[in-house]
């Protein structure tokens, strides 16, 4: 099982990024998809949660109404779209499968496959 994320990079203030993860080696059906993120010398943080279908999707407060989380099962794939990003979104980013039941702000401990991080940085 492979979570493979993508997608960081150097952005300033005010500006987008799309993460992706790509997942291969077996199926999700049934596995909420979650983003974290861990800032130097920071605890590692919820941040986006998606449900299998995409039907429903929470947020972190700190996240609401500028990260957008998407899937596309097909391609086996989720998305964090990411507007307006703010210096203290600088992290690197983590997606996590959690199977069901989906839970709307899961820890890290719950978890069950995790893939590499995408570094983020967002400059002022």
């Known amino acids: 099982v492979q979570l493979q994320a993508s997608g960081g990079g150097l952005v300033q203030a005010g500006g987008s990024l799309r993460l992706s993860c790509a997942h291969s080696?077996?199926?999700?059906?049934?596995?909420?998809m979650n983003w974290f993120r861990q800032a130097p010398g920071k605890e590692r943080e919820f941040v986006a949660a998606?449900?299998?279908?995409?039907?429903?999707?929470s947020y972190a407060d700190s996240v609401k109404g500028r990260f957008a989380i998407s899937r596309d099962n097909a391609k086996n794939t989720v998305y964090l779209q990411m507007n307006n990003l703010k210096p203290e979104d600088t992290a690197v980013y983590y997606c996590?499968?959690?199977?069901?039941?989906?839970?709307?702000?899961?820890?890290?401990?719950?978890?069950?496959?995790w893939g590499k991080g995408t570094q983020v940085t967002v400059s002022s």
């Open positions: 996590a499968a959690k199977r069901d039941p989906y839970s709307s702000s899961p820890t890290e401990g719950a978890m069950d496959y």
């Open positions: 080696g077996r199926t999700f059906s049934g596995y909420a």
């Open positions: 998606v449900t299998w279908l995409g039907g429903r999707t």
